[in-house]
Every structure is written in structure tokens, then in C-alpha cells.
């Protein structure tokens, strides 16, 4: 397929959209904001018939919050979410992490369903989702589904999200006040850059410092994120102070199953993996301190 | 000395078309009528070719023509210095940037298409991978002549015998990565033949002359017929010195019945195709008195050149001349190697070798103060050549010599003097801090043994303006505005009365290339040598329109006055104009040289150099290995500062191109092949990676320059590479010797000093 031969149609509604995608015997793809698909589509890798283009569908661009809920339209941009006074209060750590995607441009033109989409084991936002506990509606012209992001993604590029389906909706819990949350982020430089490890965590935490519950996922380690279960289970284990911090950091590298490739070794990942988590929690215990 | 445009903070004169972007740059243009060029460049890093089959791609609708190395009608080859590049391969391909075909179609996506289509027929050999693999008999020659390109060597006093005699001996290894220029605009341009078959080649270069020989000899055509303009140019710092699509062009502009062809390269052409920076694997053995007096230095510098010479010979050259610093070390070995093998190709880039050897002689200088518990800054002090002396390579300096004044305003400078203060400031616990200084200097011109001279003019216009014409292009480093305040402060008149035209065969007079630190300096002094010939002009025509004595006769800002009366230079024109006479002025200045070449040294000494110091603060992030520069103060002696806006402009790109060397930047190749691929994965400073950057310029002047001037271009980028090694291990006492200094490599370098430190108290 040459890029010229490639039509493209831009429905006006979420109705239209899904009937488009309903459509057989051709070969669609959605396109938004275009910060992967059109690489893709330049590398060869993405040429279908027809591109959807979704760009301006509003109906699908919102944050809303009801009964501790939080919902995200997938059109939604990682600069919607950085401006978001609901999201700053009640979901710091998914702040945080549409901070770190690529640089204003991108995140100007980047939306969370996207990255979501994507499925790349790199993409910024999604451990911040995994931590926050999030839920994806899946919508086709004649079903709908909500399922939990862990099931939603497969492995690298690769989704349970079906031909004529799309992401509809993000559900994500509000924070509490007792809940605070953070990313960090290690890529080969500060802006502009594919995380070689990223982490989110979010925890709940106690006036003295205990942790009732807490919820670590790391990127860019494994095919998919992961979940620290070992590290989370530790964090429970008394007051958060530098000494705690560091013995689940400790641990964090056993989590992690890393591949080496053109950015850093599978080794540096796992050493990153304890780096990042023991930083990332010095720092959330501070910026707690500071509220 | 008064001077009104000399010396001040003159705003650049393309600064505004090109902030605003306004200004279109060659590969910017889009013509009607246009058609596009591709390039087919080679499937393996070395491979012989059987045959080339390009039936089915030449069928293909919207292809114009597909060419071969059957279709040159001169010389199939280019190269600087030895051109053994072939435009296209015709019996063997050397690395995956090698061109084999040629295809021009109606639209960009058609020439891709018939790039698919072409059939070449390859026998893979072995790849030659490493550049001291292919020094073995048992590699594979490259090329006719084996695989070592040049050997240079220096040698001086008894090395054996100040070795033995030596209280302290360093020696280490150190390897440095294949930078890419990563200029915005990558190669391309433009190229149409006219009905009479006149050749216009529009395509940003450092050389407008050199380009048009290489395209004439490729051509079998006569130069006198053929055009290239070479500027303006969105950035080349080297990476545009040698022939990147000039000939492609022309061969496709023979085919394309009088339409202009362009070729731009994609960014993922231009880092397999483009010429890069040579890594280098440099041993080096340094000796010293207790004292701090240095006794000796030993040098083994291997470059890899890649498949083609390009200019690593004259880069290996400039590596050993500067091997030792800018420093007086009676007793050197210094021996470098230019190997060729299936890496690319590699070439001239800003610092031209200098760079990794700077590395090693400046580690080494901090190694042996800190042995001897010296102050880094008085060890250098100490062993700086000064005017007059004679330095490490054996040759008295006669010209002006800056080291010692800049390393006293580094002593002086606030970062250093509160060094201690600032490195007790970390913004994390885990965070260390670390300042360092380091110097280099970087030499001038092209050397001994080649043609080295600038020329200029300068035409009055008819409204009264001037036009000054010089052949050294804008490539973003400010040469027209300072051409443009020399000319104004010579001819008294406003800048806004000057207009600069460069890089263009047909309105340039040849004045050689914009490269080694040369093009102010000797441009410049071209305008300088040519304005006095138009004041003249102005004077002898104003007295003769007056029937005065040239005496008589004065020359006021933008005018002419005598006697009370006013005569506007438009006047001088019409005058002229009416009476058939020229009103252009020519300037033309050799570069002063050496009399004599060190034996084996490929062109050693340079008569003049550009000196700097610098001094940097960074933070190590322990924890990642991360590290961030937060302060760099660079003092560089440039002689006289024409323009401080503009010296501001070199020094501070400058800096952060020598900290994506030493941080970030590298094209990794494996095998002959490619990893990186483009700016996802080369990652170069963005605004978050810039710090603060002060200059303090330190003014030697130097007599033979325009007035006082030397050029500064490359030495901006150089000391800051080995001081901010240095400012790493001050920070957390890892020595990274291998570039760049990615968080990895400084995490694992902490990793091991820990485990040293762990068995160390067992």
C-alpha cells in the first residue's frame, strides 16, 4: 500500500465511527493524534486502506468524576490531563506520567486512548493507569464491555480489543486524601525520550507514616507492565522511612523480567527497576511531607 | 582602538529571516515543473556486485531515468583528499551508505517504488567491523592498498629515557563515539540544466569551488559551465565539506530535459549515508616531574575512517598534532592511524580529532595533579607553552598564544572560586556534584601543504550600497555579520549598507572552504584587504568628479564630503557607471604557514591557534547514573572579538554539542549495520539538557588577523568533553574513558568502585 493510495474518512460521531469500524472486507485502522500512527505509517508498518480519522470527535474528549469515579475520554490529551485541576487532585500519579511523554508537542497532539491503544511496554501513562486501577469500555456497534486494563493488554502492540471495537471510556477510583501517588521516569534524557524504566506508585497512607495499601507497576521491563507484588506486600511492613524504602528496593530488580536492546541492558533495566522504585518513594514520602 | 561596528554586539543580519522563518533554504524550494531524485544505496556493508538490473524500475510509469555507474561520463569517483568513493559502486560496495543507482520520477513515491524495483545482484563478503581487526593481515583489504589509510608520527627528545626517569607515570585508554552532525536540514538540493546546456547546482556546501571540480571531473564537463550555490545552509559543522548529493544531482540533471531535480535525504538516509565523527581508540602514556613539570608523552591514535578517506587522513593529522595540549613536553611519541572498514563513512566535523585526544592529555593532566596534590589550574599553568616557546611538536609559536590568561580567568572565575560551596549544594541525598576545568586550543587553516588564501569583493551599488562577496558559505555560524562589520568599519558606513552575498561560483570569488576555524579569520581579512581598495575608488572618483586633489577629499559616514559639498556614493556609481568603469574591488590574503612540515606529520604546524578553557559544574544522580551539567564557563581565546553576540553564539552551541559527545550522542553500527537509525534513537541535548553558560573571552590579538582576529569555531566544543569527565569523577571518583558517558556506563562504573571499595577493606 503506498501512502498515497491510503483513503482516509473522518466520521462526525461516535455512532458513525462505530458503523465505520462495523464495516468488513477492508483493511481500517484508527488514527488521533497521530504520534504513532503516522511513524508507523511512514516505517512501512501501518498502511491500511483506510485511516478513521477520530482527531475531532469532542464526544469522546472529556475527564468526568461521579461517585468517586473518574472518567476519561480516550481522545482526551496527555496536555488535557496535565491541565486537569480534577486529575492534579485525585489522580496525581497519571499528572505526573502524561508530564513525561515525549515533549509539549506530542503531548499537545498524543491522547491517553492512544497510548492505551499502542500497548508499547514503554508508554509513559500506562503504569499510572495500572496503579490507579483502571477500566476500559470497549465499545463495537453492537456491544460493550468493561474490562480491567491488566486484561486489556497482551503484550508489546498487542490488544483483546476487537476489529469493529474501540476504547470508549476510561474508568479510573479517585484518590483520597489519604492517597497520593507519583512517576518516575529514567530515559535517555530529560525531554523527547522512550523510557529505557518508568514506575508508578500510588499508596495509602496513615498520619504516622504507615502504609495501608499500596500499588506499584513498572514499565519498559517486561512485554507488558508489571506488577510489584513482592515490593507491594513489604510496603505495609512498618513506617515508610529510608531504611524501609530502600529494602523493598532492594527486592524490585526479582520482579522485573527485562530484554536488553539499542537503549540499555536487561541488567541496567533490573538495577534501574530498584532505582527508580527507591528515588520515586523518597520522593512521594517528601512531597507527602510537604501537603 | 575606537571602532564603531568592530568589536560590538552587532545583531546578526540573518537573524531575523531565520527566527521567523522566512528565509527558504535551498532544500526548501518546490518548482512546478520539479522531479524527484532517489538514491539507492547498497543492502550490505560489503558485498561484491554481479550485476545491476534495472529494467523493471525504468518501465515503471513516472520514471524519468535510472542511472548506473555505466551512465558517468567523467571520473567515477570522489574525495577531498584521495577520491576513492565511488559516485556509483560499479564492482563492489564498501558500507551500506554506498550509492549504486540513481532514479528520478515524477513524484517522490514513484522513486521510491523504482528504488524496490532495481535488481542488483550482491556476493556478501566479510565485513571489516573493527578498525583494529583491519590492521591485521589477516582482514580483508578494502581497498587496492590495504586497509590503512595514512600513518602520521611525531616523535621528539628520548621517550625511554624520560620515562625512566619520571616520578609519575598515567596511562590509560580511551574510546570516543561516532558523532553525528545532526544538522537540520539533512543533505539535499536542487539541480537543472538549461536548453544551452549551462548546469546550475543548488545545494548547500562548505566549499562552492571544490564542490563544482568534483561534479566537473564526475561530469567530464568544464567547470566554467556549471554553477553551484552553496548557501545559505541549515547547518553543517563539516558534515557538508565533502560531496553529499552535488554529483547525483548533475547526473540526474542530464536526464531530466531541462526540469529541476532535487534530492533531500529522509533523516534515516542521512545517518547511514551521511558522514560522521571518527571514533578513535587512543592510548596514551603521560610522565611527569614532583614538580608538575611534564617530561613525556606517548600517543597511539587509531581513527575509523570507514569505507572511504573523505578527510580522515588530515583528521588523524590534527589529532596527533594536538595530542599533547596546548603544552611544552620535551619528549614526545605520538603515532596515529587512519584505518578504512565497513562503518560508514567518516569525515570532517567540528574539532577535526582534536576532541579524543583532548580527552585523554586533559584526564591525564588532572590524573598527575591529583597524585602530586596540585591544583589542577597551576599544573596546567605551569607547563603552558607560551609565545615564542617552542611546543610539545617541536615547533617555535609565533603567533598569539591565550592559554595561561584564560586559565588565570578560570582561577578567577566565580564557579571555580566557590567550587566548594556549590558541590556541598545537592538537590538530592543521593546526588553528588563535581567541577572541573580543562583546556584545549585547535589550530587555524589548513596546515602545510595545502593552498590556503581568502578573497573578497566588494561592488558599489547603484543605490549607493555596498555589495561585499565572499566564497566562504553562512553554515550558521555568523561569518556574514562579521564580514558585514568589518566592511561597514571600513568603508565608514552604516551596517544596513552592506549587503553579503556567499557561496555562489558565479558571484564569489574562490576563497576556499569553511572549515578549520578559518572562514572569519580569513574572509574576513579578505573584506579587509579589499575594502581600502573601494575607499580608494570612492576618493579618486569623487576627486576627479570634483577636479580635486584626492586630499581634498573626505570620507564621512555613508558619504563623501569635500569642500562643504556632499556627494552620496550613488553619485560615485552613476559617475562610474556613465564612464564604463568597474565598480568592483577585489581582496585577496594568503594564510601566513609554517616554512617548515615536522616529517610525518601530514601537514604539521599550524601557525596560528584558537585556545579555550572551560570549567563546568555537573550532578550524578548515584542512584541512575544520570548526569546533568549545570554550569559551564567558557573563556576562549579568540584574539580579538569581532562580534561578543556572535563569539556568545559559538561558545554556548558550542558547549552543548560537547555535551551530547560526552553524555549522549552516538551512531552505534554492528557488523556494518545500523542500530541507530534516527532521532528516536540518537539522542542529542534538547533545552532541558542546556545549562547556564557564561563567556569570558580573553583578547590575545593576533597581528596577521582582520583586525586582530583568530577563529574560534571548534575549540568551543572541545575541553568541555574532558572537563566534564573529570567533573564526574570529582563528583563520585568513577573515571569513565569510554564516551559517551551514558547513565549505564556511569552507573556501572560506580557499580565497581563499590565492589573495589567492598574488597579493598576485606
Given at each position: 500500500m503506498l501512502v498515497s493510495e491510503i483513503d482516509m474518512i473522518t466520521p462526525s460521531s461516535l455512532s458513525e465511527c462505530l458503523m465505520q469500524l462495523s464495516k468488513e472486507g477492508r483493511i481500517h485502522r484508527l488514527i488521533a493524534g497521530g504520534t504513532d500512527a503516522a511513524v508507523r505509517m511512514k516505517e512501512g508498518k501501518w498502511r491500511p486502506e483506510i485511516w478513521i480519522n477520530?482527531?475531532?470527535?469532542?464526544?469522546?474528549?472529556y475527564i468526568q468524576e461521579s461517585e468517586d469515579c473518574i472518567y476519561i475520554g480516550p481522545l482526551t490529551t496527555h496536555k488535557d490531563i496535565i491541565y486537569s485541576p480534577l486529575l492534579q487532585r485525585k489522580a496525581d500519579v497519571l499528572v505526573d506520567a502524561a508530564r513525561e511523554v515525549g515533549a509539549t508537542q506530542m503531548q499537545n497532539m498524543g491522547t491517553i486512548g492512544g497510548n492505551i491503544g499502542t500497548?508499547?511496554?514503554?508508554?509513559?501513562?500506562l503504569p499510572a493507569l495500572y496503579v490507579l486501577g483502571a477500566r476500559l469500555e470497549l465499545t463495537s456497534l453492537s456491544t460493550k464491555r468493561i474490562i480491567p486494563i491488566e486484561e486489556f493488554i497482551l503484550g508489546p502492540g498487542r490488544?483483546?480489543?476487537?476489529?469493529?471495537?474501540?476504547?470508549t471510556k476510561i474508568l479510573i477510583k479517585s484518590q483520597k486524601p489519604n492517597e497520593i501517588g507519583i512517576f518516575q521516569k529514567l530515559g535517555?534524557?530529560?525531554?523527547?525520550s522512550i523510557s529505557i524504566v518508568n514506575v508508578a506508585i500510588s499508596l495509602t497512607l496513615d498520619?504516622?507514616?504507615?502504609?495501608?495499601e499500596g500499588k506499584i507497576a513498572f514499565g519498559s521491563v517486561a512485554p507488558t507492565i508489571i506488577r510489584a507484588r513482592k515490593c507491594e506486600s513489604m510496603l505495609?511492613?512498618?513506617?515508610?522511612n529510608d531504611e524501609l524504602i530502600r529494602n523493598i528496593a532492594k527486592i524490585a530488580w526479582k520482579e522485573v523480567m527485562p530484554i536488553s536492546d539499542g537503549r540499555a541492558t536487561a541488567t541496567y533495566r533490573r538495577d534501574m527497576a530498584s532505582a527508580l522504585l527507591e528515588r520515586g518513594l523518597y520522593r512521594l514520602i517528601r512531597r507527602w511531607d510537604n501537603q | 582602538m575606537n571602532t564603531k561596528w568592530v568589536g560590538k554586539r552587532v545583531k546578526r543580519i540573518d537573524g531575523p529571516e531565520k527566527v521567523t522563518g522566512e528565509l527558504k533554504y535551498m532544500t526548501d524550494y518546490h518548482f512546478d515543473n520539479m522531479v524527484w531524485g532517489k538514491v539507492l544505496r547498497s543492502e550490505y556493508p560489503h558485498a561484491k556486485i554481479n550485476s545491476i538490473d534495472i529494467e523493471a524500475a525504468k518501465n515503471l510509469?513516472?520514471?524519468?531515468c535510472v542511472l548506473t555507474?555505466?551512465?558517468?561520463?567523467?571520473?567515477n569517483g570522489f574525495g577531498i583528499?584521495?577520491?576513492?568513493?565511488?559516485?556509483l559502486c560499479s564492482d563492489?560496495?564498501?558500507?551500506?551508505?554506498?550509492?549504486v543507482a540513481l532514479v528520478a520520477a515524477e513524484t517522490l513515491e514513484i522513486a521510491e517504488q523504482a528504488l524496490s524495483l532495481i535488481k542488483v545482484d550482491y556476493e556478501p563478503l566479510e565485513v571489516v567491523a573493527d578498525a583494529e581487526y583491519a590492521l591485521r593481515d589477516s582482514a580483508p583489504k578494502l581497498h587496492p592498498d590495504g586497509n590503512l589509510h595514512s600513518h602520521v608520527k611525531i616523535n621528539n627528545g628520548n621517550i625511554e629515557k624520560a620515562f625512566e626517569e619520571a616520578d609519575i607515570i598515567v596511562e590509560n585508554t580511551f574510546y570516543s563515539p561516532r558523532q553525528m552532525?545532526?544538522?537540520?536540514?539533512t543533505e539535499g538540493g536542487w539541480g537543472v540544466m538549461d536548453d544551452e546546456g549551462f548546469l546550475t547546482i543548488r545545494c548547500p556546501g562548505q566549499y562552492a569551488y571544490r564542490d563544482r571540480m568534483q561534479i566537473a571531473r564526475s561530469l567530464a564537463y568544464?567547470?566554467?559551465r556549471i554553477r553551484v550555490i552553496s548557501s545559505p545552509?541549515?547547518?553543517?559543522?563539516?558534515?557538508?565539506?565533502?560531496?553529499?548529493?552535488q554529483i547525483y544531482l548533475s547526473l540526474l540533471a542530464l536526464h531530466t530535459k531541462g526540469r529541476p531535480v532535487k534530492i533531500h535525504l529522509s533523516r534515516e538516509e542521512s545517518v547511514i549515508a551521511g558522514i560522521k565523527r571518527h571514533p578513535f581508540k587512543v592510548q596514551m602514556k603521560t610522565a611527569a616531574k614532583k614538580d608538575g613539570t611534564l617530561l613525556a608523552n606517548q600517543v597511539k591514535a587509531i581513527g575509523?575512517?570507514?569505507?572511504?578517506a573523505s578527510l580522515g587522513g588530515a583528521v588523524i593529522a590534527l589529532a596527533i598534532e594536538h595530542s599533547c595540549g596546548p603544552y611544552k613536553i620535551p619528549n614526545v611519541d605520538l603515532e596515529g592511524f587512519c584505518v578504512y572498514t565497513n562503518n560508514g563513512i567518516a569525515g570532517a566535523f567540528r574539532g577535526f580529532g582534536v576532541n579524543q585526544v583532548c580527552m585523554g592529555i586533559e584526564t591525564h593532566m588532572d590524573m598527575i595533579a591529583e597524585k602530586l596534590g596540585m591544583d589542577p589550574i597551576e599544573l596546567r599553568k605551569k607547563n603552558v607553552y607560551h609565545q615564542g616557546e617552542v611546543s610539545s611538536v617541536g615547533h617555535i609559536v609565533k603567533s598569539s598564544v591565550g592559554t595561561y590568561k584564560t586559565l588565570e580567568t578560570a582561577e578567577n572565575c566565580e564557579l571555580w572560586k566557590n567550587r566548594e560551596k556549590y558541590k556541598s549544594e545537592?538537590?538530592?541525598?543521593?546526588k553528588k556534584r563535581g567541577v572541573s576545568v580543562a583546556t584545549s586550543f585547535h589550530g587555524i587553516?589548513?596546515?602545510?601543504?595545502l593552498p590556503d588564501y581568502g578573497a573578497a569583493s566588494i561592488e558599489l551599488l547603484p543605490d549607493g550600497t555596498f555589495l561585499v562577496g565572499v566564497g566562504?558559505?553562512?553554515?550558521?555560524?555568523g561569518n556574514s555579520t562579521a564580514y558585514a562589520q568589518i566592511a561597514a568599519e571600513m568603508l565608514n558606513?552604516?551596517?544596513?549598507n552592506i549587503k553579503i552575498v556567499q557561496g555562489d561560483t558565479q558571484k564569489t570569488?574562490?576563497?576556499?572552504?569553511?572549515?578549520?576555524?578559518?572562514s572569519t579569520y580569513t574572509g574576513g581579512r579578505a573584506v579587509a584587504a579589499a575594502a581600502p581598495r573601494m575607499t580608494e575608488l570612492l576618493i579618486q572618483t569623487a576627486a576627479e568628479m570634483l577636479n580635486l586633489?584626492?586630499?581634498?577629499i573626505d570620507l564621512k559616514p555613508n558619504h563623501i564630503s569635500a569642500h562643504g559639498e556632499i556627494i552620496p556614493y550613488k553619485s560615485i556609481y552613476k559617475y562610474l557607471y556613465n564612464h564604463h568603469r568597474a565598480t568592483r574591488v577585489e581582496g585577496h590574503f594568503y594564510l601566513p604557514k609554517e616554512k617548515?612540515?615536522?616529517?610525518?606529520?601530514?601537514?604539521?604546524?599550524?601557525h596560528l591557534y584558537g585556545y579555550l578553557t572551560h570549567v563546568v559544574m555537573v550532578e550524578v544522580d548515584?542512584?541512575?547514573g544520570e548526569t546533568e551539567v549545570l554550569r559551564v564557563v567558557s573563556i576562549p581565546?579568540?584574539?580579538?572579538?569581532?562580534?561578543p553576540q556572535g563569539l556568545e553564539g559559538q561558545t554556548e552551541g558550542g558547549a552543548v554539542m560537547g555535551i551530547g559527545y560526552t553524555l549522549y550522542e552516538d551512531v552505534l553500527i554492528e557488523n556494518g549495520y545500523h542500530k541507530t537509525r534516527n532521532f528516536t534513537d540518537y539522542i542529542i541535548p534538547t533545552i532541558r539538557e542546556t545549562p547556564l553558560i557564561e563567556t569570558f573571552p580573553v583578547e590575545e590579538p593576533e597581528?596577521?588577523?582582520?583586525?586582530?582576529a583568530k577563529g574560534i569555531g571548534e575549540v568551543v566544543m572541545i575541553p568541555i568533553i574532558a572537563a566534564i569527565m573529570s567533573a564526574i569523577y570529582d563528583a563520585t571518583g568513577a573515571r569513565i574513558r569510554?564516551?559517551?558517558?551514558t547513565p549505564e556506563r556511569v552507573f556501572n562504573a560506580l557499580k565497581d568502585l563499590k565492589k573495589q571499595k567492598v574488597q579493598s577493606s576485606r
Open positions: 477520530i482527531k475531532n470527535l469532542n464526544e469522546l474528549r500497548a508499547s511496554p514503554a508508554g509513559d501513562t490488544t483483546v480489543l476487537k476489529e469493529n471495537e474501540m476504547i535517555p534524557r530529560k525531554a523527547q498520619q504516622d507514616l504507615k502504609c495501608r505495609s511492613l512498618g513506617t515508610i | 510509469p513516472g520514471v524519468i555507474h555505466k551512465d558517468i561520463p567523467g571520473f583528499v584521495v577520491p576513492d568513493q565511488p559516485v563492489v560496495v564498501r558500507c551500506t551508505g554506498d550509492a552532525h545532526a544538522f537540520i536540514e568544464n567547470p566554467e545552509i541549515g547547518g553543517a559543522f563539516g558534515g557538508k565539506d565533502e560531496i553529499t548529493v575509523d575512517t570507514g569505507a572511504y545537592v538537590s538530592e541525598p543521593w587553516g589548513m596546515g602545510i601543504g566562504c558559505e553562512e553554515i550558521g555560524g558606513c552604516d551596517i544596513s570569488l574562490d576563497g576556499g572552504t569553511v572549515t578549520a576555524s578559518r586633489d584626492s586630499s581634498q617548515e612540515e615536522i616529517k610525518g606529520s601530514g601537514g604539521a604546524p599550524h548515584t542512584l541512575t581565546d579568540a584574539g580579538k572579538v569581532i562580534n597581528q596577521s588577523g582582520p583586525f586582530g569510554h564516551l559517551p558517558a
